[in-house]
């Protein structure tokens, strides 16, 4: 079984591509030219060179001393926290941002929840001298500042949405109505592995730079080139598809995907999408999502905005049912803590939604000789207030 998506953007009964006819003409184009240009000799070789010259790839894997005596296994992070503009986000959009310009795009539009994909758009439109325009959930704007300060020095229009509960779905929604209304100049860079095709499997292309360089890293350093476990969290899902991306076909690597529980999973106010979610469609594909028995969807919640949305790509949704991923998930105070908790022992302040990833290192069993890695996806600095909030609130 493949666990990649066939020619049609499908994984298993996941995916495809559900879309408004106004929509047919972007999405198509896309469709029929990503693989080509992507994989093309010519655009590999300058996103490969803007990773490295200009994000910084390789980011680091570090062996954790203090993790791994605690957890009793052996422990190394990911550190996708190192990258420019401070997480996994700049993978895809210097990919998507290189595929514009090749499709003669003058004007980007983008959604973002934390924050993490508004500047990581706006600084590759910056480079590129692009307009660019960031719908973002008026409740987001508030909780995110710093990067909203950010998109702006960088030149971005950031437009807050009101509409349902302000955040990261309402935001993806008026991306989708602005692309619909503006068909012919304008490229939509999507944040994650959702959306119709081409996009889960787009961005998970571009992602997959994580894994291909846990591979040569974890050779190095161990002598073997795959983990026993690899751990992710999923908010849409585009970190851990890069960091599954080159293990999915190797059923000897456990792949763990961490979502987030919210107040708790039961108590009406999660994002925990496997747990509580049932087949439907939102924002172009199918896959699995929150909803009401009568298919609206239901609110989520989490504390970390990145995390904070009612579905999960299609390839996640495939690797749910199929189970060839664990899923967990980890509450806003397992994840606080887990993030107090590398900030302390290893001095690395994690964002809030790869907190929940960490948090789930209390949740396995290890045997002494696993190797584990946990993506790192982000760094904590647009999270200081919540930190300050929850270690205000401990003392
Ligand atoms: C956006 C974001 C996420 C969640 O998005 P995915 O597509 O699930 O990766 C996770 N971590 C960080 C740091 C982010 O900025």
Redesign the pocket.
């Known amino acids: 079984m493949s666990y990649q998506s066939d020619d049609k953007g499908y994984y298993g009964t996941f995916g495809g591509a559900f879309i408004p006819e106004m929509m047919y003409p972007n999405v198509h184009q896309l469709q029929n030219c990503y693989l080509e240009i992507i994989e093309s000799d010519e655009f590999r070789q300058e996103f490969k060179q803007l990773l490295r010259d200009y994000a910084g790839r390789p980011s680091p894997l570090y062996y954790s001393d203090r993790l791994s005596d605690h957890y009793n296994a052996k422990i190394y992070l990911k550190r ?1 926290d190192l990258n420019h503009t ?4 700049i993978n895809n959009t210097i990919g998507q941002i290189l595929l514009a310009k090749r499709l003669g795009k003058t004007r980007i539009i983008a959604e973002t ?2 924050g ?2 508004g500047v990581a758009t706006a600084t590759v439109c910056a480079r590129a001298g692009l307009e660019c325009i960031v719908y973002m959930g008026a409740l987001d704007v508030a909780r995110q500042s710093p990067n909203v300060e950010k998109m702006k020095m960088l030149g971005a229009e950031v437009r807050p949405v009101y509409s349902g509960n302000k955040t990261l779905k309402d935001a993806t929604n008026e991306a989708i109505r602005d692309w619909i209304n503006n068909p012919v100049d304008t490229h939509y860079i999507l ?3 959702v959306g119709p095709h081409p996009y889960p499997d787009m961005v998970a292309r571009f992602q997959s730079v994580i894994s291909e360089e846990i591979r040569v890293q974890l050779l190095e350093k161990t002598g073997k080139e795959t983990p026993d476990y690899v751990i992710a ?8 598809a890069g960091a599954f991306y080159h293990f999915l076909d190797d059923p000897s690597v456990k792949l763990i995907a961490v979502e987030a529980a919210g107040k708790g999973v039961d108590s009406g106010e999660s994002a925990a999408t496997t747990q509580l979610g049932h087949t439907g469609v939102l924002h172009g594909s199918k896959s699995l999502l929150m909803q009401t028995p009568d298919g609206q969807i239901v609110e989520p919640y989490s504390l970390s905005a ?2 904070d949305y009612p579905g999960i790509g299609p390839m996640h949704a495939n690797l749910f049912v199929t189970k060839r991923a664990q899923f967990l998930s980890a509450t806003d105070d397992e994840a606080l803590r887990a993030a107090l908790y590398l900030t302390q022992k290893e001095g690395i302040i994690p ?1 809030l ?2 907190a929940h990833a960490l948090a789930a290192l209390e949740m396995i069993d290890f045997k002494p000789e696993d190797v584990v890695v946990v993506n790192v ?2 760094r904590g600095d647009k999270d200081m207030e919540a930190y300050l909030n929850y270690y205000q609130s401990i003392k």
């Not at 401070?86 to 986000?89: C, D, E, I, P, T």
């Open positions: 996708e401070g997480s996994h986000k929840g934390a993490q994909h944040g994650s592995v969290c999923v908010g849409g899902g585009s970190n851990a990145g995390l964002a939604e790869s996806s982000g």
